[in-house]
């Protein structure tokens, strides 16, 4: 069946240090695969998304990278910043539009 | 550009009643998405439609939930009778379709079930 698996659940890390998050796949059909940061109380909110064609995409302190071959991709964050602390979800499409969520990563950037 | 509307913003009832949810989506959205997410979960996606069409409600409770988008446009979701367990921020999301997955979640509506 259609499942997002996602690690850690909760991350701690300094600030100015990397972060990593990973999700795994269960249909080699998915051709999708979205991050999004959910600050307290607030919607989801999409930060970076990355298609089945690429192995990498970078927008700025973000990146994502995708192994097709193990279905599983990671969102990359370095040089953490406070305003970083949020739930992080990785989805995937499962080649049909329907985005299917991961349980979700706290991330809590230590000043 | 107008983002996804949602409302209301809070409900709370007692269990046992009935309660519906709005959303509008972005302008010329194809794909409406009703997602329910409990606190500390992920979201889980309700029921997904492809302009007035269902595409998959293959986990919204047929029992106590509906949803619909008559016109291909807004989008409306009931739940009747409520129950203690369907406390949880129901999130409207929408995308362009065709192709296109990059969905737009709305503010969503916090729902608290006495």
């Known amino acids: 069946g259609e499942n997002v698996e996602q690690h850690p659940s909760t991350l701690s890390v300094q600030e100015g240090d990397s972060a990593v998050i990973k999700c795994t796949y269960s249909?080699?059909?998915?051709?999708?695969f979205p991050w999004y940061k959910q600050e307290l109380g607030k919607r989801p909110q999409l930060i970076i998304d990355?298609?089945?064609?690429?192995g990498e995409k970078k927008d700025q302190r973000i990146a994502v990278t995708l192994n097709k071959t193990a279905k599983h991709f990671s969102l990359h964050i370095t040089e953490t910043q406070p305003e970083d602390s949020a739930v992080y979800f990785c989805?995937?499409?499962?080649?049909?539009?329907?985005?299917?969520f991961g349980t979700g990563t706290r991330l809590t950037i230590i000043p | 550009e107008a983002g996804v509307a949602q409302s209301p913003r809070y409900k709370i009832i007692e269990k046992r009643q009935s309660v519906a949810f709005w959303c509008n989506p972005i302008?010329?959205?194809?794909?409406l998405y009703w997602y329910q997410q409990i606190l500390g979960q992920g979201p889980k996606l309700l029921i997904q439609?492809?302009?007035?069409?269902?595409?998959?409600d293959s986990q919204l409770p047929k029992d106590r939930f509906s949803a619909e988008r008559l016109k291909g446009v807004d989008s409306t979701l009931k739940i009747q009778p409520a129950k203690l367990e369907d406390s949880a921020v129901y999130l409207c999301?929408?995308?362009?379709?065709?192709?296109?997955?990059?969905?737009?979640f709305g503010q969503g509506t916090r729902l608290t079930v006495v």
């Open positions: 999301a929408s995308s362009l379709g065709a192709g296109n997955t990059e969905a737009f």
């Open positions: 249909d080699s059909a998915s051709n999708y």
């Open positions: 990355i298609r089945s064609n690429v």
């Open positions: 989805a995937s499409n499962f080649g049909n539009e329907k985005l299917t």
């Open positions: 302008s010329g959205h194809a794909t």
């Open positions: 439609f492809q302009n007035n069409g269902v595409v998959d």
